[in-house]
């Protein structure tokens, strides 16, 4: 049966993935650093246009598809296998703009006079305030009073009680009532806001940087204020898995009805943020800041370039570069960081990552 809910996801997912090729910054396209020489070349509009031509084709016969499905299928599954088709458009695509934009610049004969210099800002940002991490209090908060009332309620509970919904909000799943059954979600929400809040810490702290040497106090502050920002939207998707995890908790504890009309809300509402906050920090920020307006009055090194490091970006998906210091990056595709996997500790946090998942779902099968 075709719910909101499903529409939702898919509405904000396409909407995504429509922007992926400018969500790195302006200098950067598909994962291809466009230097000064090829910023006015037609082959790069074309190039976008053509993406943008094929991802409204392809995802509109997606969309047809998972309608479909969800009409006649489980409205979970079919949101898995949109899912799913919806990665592979965007990673075919994305790899194809990305290869014809790298043989465009490897046709160029670029001016090698300037200085090249690997300018960036690796250590740790103890002045800087951070003002959006206090936002993540508030899944904090949300956490620590479900399970307050999850150890309060528990006696009162019933032999079964339910573990999962479908699409519409109806039980679907039952299992014995337990101290696993019933802590199991606030658990795995405590794990997942101690775990976000501090990797979303770290990233902002310890991530790479791009000082432009042309004009580096600038775009310090941009980069200052854009993870600043970052901070922001990572606290958002927090607070919305938390929320989302909380309010199920309690309908599992019987302190609130589950309806058809109040699951879709609390499921669409919380994707329309999550879209909104994306796109207003792509049009407003970028990756890197360079559309946050400085106004500063500085003269940088002119006769300097930044180091065109697309050497060290596999397919402009995966950085790995042993010789940089950088835990974790700005992505090269969509908004937010990913590990520099010539860094050890990248592997280290993989590892976290997947048994964080695997713990999780230990628990809702139990």
């Not at 936002?135 to 620590?144: A, D, G, K, R, Y």
């Amino acid at each position: 049966m075709i719910t909101y809910v499903n529409i939702a996801v898919y509405s904000c997912l396409l909407l995504i993935g429509y922007f992926m090729g400018r969500m790195s910054g302006e200098n950067i396209i598909y994962g291809v650093t466009i230097r000064d020489e090829m910023k006015n070349d037609p082959v790069i509009g074309e190039v976008e246009e053509s993406y943008k031509n094929a991802y409204r084709v392809i995802g509109s016969v997606i969309l047809v598809i998972s309608l479909v499905l969800d009409q006649y299928w489980k409205s979970e599954f079919s949101i898995i296998i949109f899912s799913v088709l919806w990665i592979v458009t965007i990673v075919y695509l994305y790899l194809k703009a990305n290869k014809i934009l790298l043989n465009l610049k490897a046709g160029y004969a670029f001016d090698e006079s300037a200085k090249v210099v690997r300018t960036a800002s690796l250590t740790p940002r103890e002045k800087e305030t951070y003002k959006s991490k206090w936002l993540f209090l508030i899944p904090c908060v949300l956490t620590l009073a479900v399970v307050v009332l999850s150890f309060i309620n528990m006696g009162d509970l019933p032999d079964q009680i339910p573990i999962h919904f479908d699409g519409r909000g109806v039980a679907d799943r039952y299992a014995d009532t337990s101290l696993l059954t019933v802590m199991g979600l606030p658990i795995t929400m405590t794990i997942m806001t101690l775990f976000m809040y501090g990797i979303s810490i770290y990233s902002v702290k310890y991530s790479k940087r791009r000082i432009d040497p042309k004009k580096p106090l600038t775009s310090e502050i941009q980069a200052s204020i854009a993870a600043n920002r970052m901070l922001m939207i990572l606290a958002l998707i927090t607070t919305v898995a938390i929320g989302i995890e909380g309010y199920f908790q309690l309908v599992l504890l019987g302190l609130i009805d589950m309806n058809t009309t109040t699951a879709t809300w609390v499921l669409i509402v919380p994707f329309g943020v999550i879209a909104v906050g994306f796109i207003a920090f792509l049009l407003t920020t970028g990756a890197y800041g360079e559309k946050v307006k400085v106004s500063i009055d500085e003269q940088g090194k002119t006769s300097e370039v930044l180091e065109d490091d697309d050497k060290y970006w596999k397919w402009g998906m995966f950085y790995y570069n042993k010789n940089d210091a950088s835990f974790m990056v700005p992505k090269r595709m969509g908004l937010g960081y990913t590990f520099n996997f010539g860094n050890p500790l990248s592997w280290l946090a993989l590892v976290a990552i997947f048994a964080f998942i695997a713990i999780s779902i230990l628990l809702s099968v139990e």
